[in-house]
Each structure stands twice: as C-alpha cells, then as structure tokens.
C-alpha cells in the first residue's frame, strides 16, 4: 500500500510506502545511486543497516547511543562535520533507519545541510511508524527542552516495514499502540472497534499501521505547520506530558499518553477506552498523582498560552472537539 501526501500551494508530496520486507526493495523506492549517509542508533539490529547499505552506490554510517539523549546539539554537530568531510553535495541524501529519536535528529541535519538535502526515513519503532516519521518535524533538545530547536524537514519517501519490528521490544510495541489507539478515538471508531477485537496483533500490524497513518496524513496534509487541526494529534499529551516529566523517565511518552487520554474523554466512553488500552498493557492510571505539580508543570509548557490552554477533549468515540480553558480548569478534569 502507497499513501501519498499531497499538500497542493506547499510544495509538500512524498509516498508512504508500508509494505512487509519492503525493507529488502528499499532502492525500489527511493534513489540510492548516490551518498547516502545512513543514519541509525546502537540499538537498531544490523541486519537492517546491511539491508539498506548493500543496496547503496556510496554509504557511509553515522552510529548515535540509543536513547532521548542522542538527539542533542554535539550529534548534530558531528554528523555536519562528517558530511562535509566527506563531501556531501547537495544532490546526496540521508536516510534515517531506526525510532522517532534517529528520525528527528538526522530529519534535522538534512534540513539545513547545504540549506537542505533530500530524506528518506526508515522508521523502525511502532511509534514512529504510524506517528513520528510523516508530518516534517524534527528537533533536537537543547538546553534541557526537549525538541525546541528544529525544522519542519519533510521526507522524500517514507518506507515502513512492519516486519522490523518483530525485534522490537513489547514495551514499545505497547508504547506505539498508545499513539494508534489515540488516533483512532479522535478520528476513526471503525478502526479503535478493530484495534479492541483484535486477536492477533502481529498479523494485523500492517492493516492497523495504514489505517493509522492514513488519519495522520490526512491531518498533516490539512495543517502541514500546525495551526489548528494538527493540535487534534496532542490528544492526551497535555497531562501527558506532565506526568513523563514527573515520572523522572520511568514512564515512556506512550504509557504518559496513555494515562492521559483517560482524563480526557466522557464518563460515557472511559471504560470502553481504558479496556482497549490495558489490553495492550498499556497503564490507565498513576498512584499519588499530584494535581498541583501536574497543573504548574502544565503552565511551564510551552503549549500553554498564558493563562488558557487549548484541549482536546472526546465524548464520542470517532470525534473530538477542542476546549479552550484556563490551566486551573484542569484540576476538574483529573478528577
Ligand atoms: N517528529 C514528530 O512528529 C514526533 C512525533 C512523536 C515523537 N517524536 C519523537 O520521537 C522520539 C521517540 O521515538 P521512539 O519512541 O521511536 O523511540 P526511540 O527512537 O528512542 O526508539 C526506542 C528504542 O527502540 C530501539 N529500536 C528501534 N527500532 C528497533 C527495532 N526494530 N528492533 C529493536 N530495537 C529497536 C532503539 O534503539 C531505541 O532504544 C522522541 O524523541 C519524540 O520527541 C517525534
């Protein structure tokens, strides 16, 4: 299957491609007859690497630590170094092969290398799969925020093959379902119905990723800058991110999301929601949450605009509306 974004006036438009062991025709779909730096982390099995590098012209392997912390300014810095070195020219290209962490950080470096080369991106985690790796954002931390210096970098060809994540861990797995499942409340109830029936995850994989890509494409194409609907994708991120600050990194952002979506939704649809989420061992709820550290950590964030806060609350399942209320109107929702 070949989703295609298409934002007409922007000068946007590159294929999706989700397919299993489309990873093996990578140079099918996107042109490799050239550099290609290849951009991956410690943690992304080599088979996968080898994959895509054998199919090369002339590769070259830029290796980042696994984990949050890589997508810092030293990286970035390095790999522009190793670009120039190498002589990267403005008609060679990135391909980033691994989660949203390899994805933002080397997205970024394609956006201002030469004033911007062409991307390709590999995703390998669920989460950036069907979230993550469409949409052009990419960022690295700096000074201690997360994702406050990067670009709007959209790809040239995303290729997605759920076949790499049979090495993912079932933590993240988890932690990628939480994106789905939040997709699908907002914006497709035939899809969450399907995602809570469903009897066999791994073979259902592919049809669950289109579907939840197509709800993000047809966002992005919509609000490629975030404006307005793109906000519908911070369903549940609000107090998300709140309590993954607070959980001191022993939460993953999906498990933060998880948990808030719950305070998000009707007392109508909560327990149909929670249900869905724990069976994909996701959590629902956080013993001693502290609502006042969660409210002042809320109005440090950047989404806060003084005083009021934009939501997005669901009362049905499929829809969503936006909420614009004070930050201490929040304390009525965690309850
Ligand atoms: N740009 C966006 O629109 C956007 C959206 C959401 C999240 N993000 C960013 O994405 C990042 C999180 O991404 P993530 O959840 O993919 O985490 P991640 O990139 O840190 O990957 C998680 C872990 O899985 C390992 N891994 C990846 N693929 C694997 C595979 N197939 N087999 C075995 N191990 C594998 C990695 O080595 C890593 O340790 C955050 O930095 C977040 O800010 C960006």
Redesign the pocket.
Known sequence: MIIDINVKNKDIKYPIIVERNSLNKVNNYFNLDRKVLIVT?????NE?INTVKEKCKEPFIFTVK???ES?NFDNYKNMLEYMVKKTFTRTDCVIAI???????LS?FVASSYMRGIDFYNI???L??QV???I?G???I?FNGV??NIGAFKNPNGVLIDPN??????DR?IS??MA?VIKMSITSNKALFNFIEQSKDLNHDLEYIITETLKIKANVVSIDPFENDLRKVLNFGHTIGHAIEALSNGSL???ECVSIGMTYMVSDEIKDEVKYSLRKYNLPVSITNLNKEEVINLIKLDKKASGNDITIVYVSKIGSFEFKKIKVDELKEYLK
């Open positions: 982390d410690t943690g992304i099995p996968y696994q984990g949050e997508k691994g989660g949203g962490v390899v994805g933002d997205g995703p390998t985690t989460l950036s979230d993550s790796s949409g954002k990419c960022a931390d997360k994702n790499v994540l049979k090495t993912l861990d993240q932690a990628g994106e993953l952002h999906g």
